[in-house]
Each structure stands twice: as structure tokens, then as C-alpha cells.
């Protein structure tokens, strides 16, 4: 049987947030300024999704691969790429077999693309990455956050109604207290009529946790903030980007 996030990023998915596309260049400009990135580095947009950000910082001249498990999200980015004119490599995988070694001077992990597995697998995924990177090569994830969920968002029950063209999305999510997990049911509702049902589960980290994580694979923290606009991070966070760097 089919784990959710195999089934779960396909057209329907790209159809639904289409609404986020608009905060892509904003959003890469947050890194760019974060990370103070330049043009010789070598960049992986890890779970690059349909190519979002990966196209936005291939057209401002950075070197970037995009690294996904959805063929239907990296044909949609191949496909956007080629009609640019935009030399992108996009490697179809799964992040917790990610292969490379000392390869990136930049990994990026972007729009809650972390979580989706067991513990010991979100961990090693995290090896993985320290193993991708270069000597003094920095990590960006930008993701939930436990205290933020728990203090604002999460109660048993609580739905969520968004509408994009042509798709409304609602989510009725429940919080599992004993695994630190985010469970959603969510109804897909088409102007055609059509319907579906996607379940999905992360698990969500507290800041504590996270960086408790990342000094076990040898990624030493660089900063920490609430977006990727650089906004100090406090506990009514609902998200946190930190930024680690690989120790020589």
C-alpha cells in the first residue's frame, strides 16, 4: 500500500495551491538575503515540489537541482524549465535515500517538506543531508512548529476552508499528543463536481527538538526565525525557518 505523500502531490495538489505561487518570489528573495547566496554556489532544492522555487532562482543565474519523489510535480517543473529556457537538473528520489556526498553548498528544504516519516527516518534524512553538503555548507528548513501549532492553531476537530480557482479545499485536522503528529482529512470539492479525499500525517517538531537533531549529524546552528523574511521567532511561531551550517 502507497505511503500518503506518494499518492498525495500530483495535478489535484498543483490545481489546489495555486494560490502560493504568488509568494514564490518573495520567498526566494528571503533566502537569497538569509543565506546571502551568490552565483558560484551549488544549490539542492530538496522536495522541490512543481518547481516553485527552483525556477525562481534559476532565472535570477543561481545553480540549482531540484530532488523530488513526485513525477508528476518534477514533469510539471521539467516542463515550465524548457520553456524558459532554464538549465535545471531534476533528479526524481526520495529524500531519505538521497545519495550525494559533499556536493551542495546550499541544501534547502522549504514549505513544510519535513516530517513525513518515522522519527529515525526524519533523522537520517537529516544525515543526508550533512553528507550532501560541502565543509562549512548551510542547511535552510522552513517548517511547522509545535509550540505555535499547540498555542494557536491545533484543537481536536478544528476545519480549515480555503478556495483556490476552481478547487475548495477542506481540511479537519486533529492533533495526536502522543507522537507529536499533525493529522488532517482532507476534501478536494472540483467546479466540475468532482471530489476527493486525501489523509495525510507529519510529525511536528518543537525548535528545542530540531536542533537537538541537527547537533547529532554535526550541523551547527547559524540563527533561527519565525519566516523566511527573517522575523524574529517567538512561542506564537507557527513556523520556523533555521538555517545550520556542516562543521569541517
Not at 137 to 142: A, C, H, K, P, W
Request: proline residues 2%; contains cysteine; glycine residues 6%.
Amino acid at each position: 500500500m502507497a505511503e500518503w505523500f506518494e499518492d498525495m502531490f500530483d495535478a489535484d495538489y498543483i490545481q489546489s495551491y495555486r494560490r502560493i505561487n504568488q509568494s514564490s518570489k518573495e520567498e526566494v528573495e528571503g533566502v537569497i538575503d538569509l543565506l546571502s547566496l551568490t552565483n558560484d554556489m551549488k544549490i539542492l532544492d530538496l522536495c522541490c515540489g512543481y518547481g516553485r522555487h527552483t525556477l525562481e532562482l534559476a532565472r535570477r543565474g543561481f545553480k540549482v537541482t531540484g530532488y523530488d519523489l513526485s513525477s508528476v510535480f518534477l514533469e510539471n517543473a521539467k516542463k515550465k524549465a524548457q520553456e524558459e529556457g532554464l538549465d535545471i537538473d531534476f533528479i526524481y528520489g526520495d529524500m531519505r535515500e538521497l545519495p550525494f556526498l559533499e556536493e551542495y553548498d546550499v541544501v534547502l528544504n522549504l514549505f513544510t517538506s519535513f516530517g513525513y516519516f518515522s522519527h529515525e527516518e526524519n533523522k537520517d534524512v537529516l544525515q543526508r543531508v550533512a553528507r550532501a553538503l560541502v565543509p562549512n555548507g548551510r542547511f535552510l528548513i522552513q517548517s511547522l512548529c509545535f509550540t505555535g501549532l499547540i498555542r494557536n492553531v491545533i484543537n481536536d476537530g478544528n476545519s480549515f476552508i480555503s478556495e483556490d480557482e476552481g478547487v475548495i479545499m477542506l481540511d479537519k485536522q486533529t492533533w495526536n499528543l502522543e507522537k507529536n503528529e499533525l493529522n488532517a482529512q482532507r476534501k478536494l470539492i472540483f467546479d466540475d463536481n468532482r471530489r476527493r479525499d486525501v489523509n495525510f500525517s507529519i510529525k511536528i517538531y518543537t525548535l528545542a527538538e530540531m536542533l537537538r537533531m541537527f547537533h547529532e549529524v554535526d550541523l551547527q546552528l547559524v540563527d533561527y526565525y519565525a519566516n523566511l523574511k527573517g522575523d524574529p521567532y517567538t512561542l506564537d511561531s507557527k513556523h520556523f525557518t533555521i538555517i545550520v551550517e556542516k562543521t569541517p
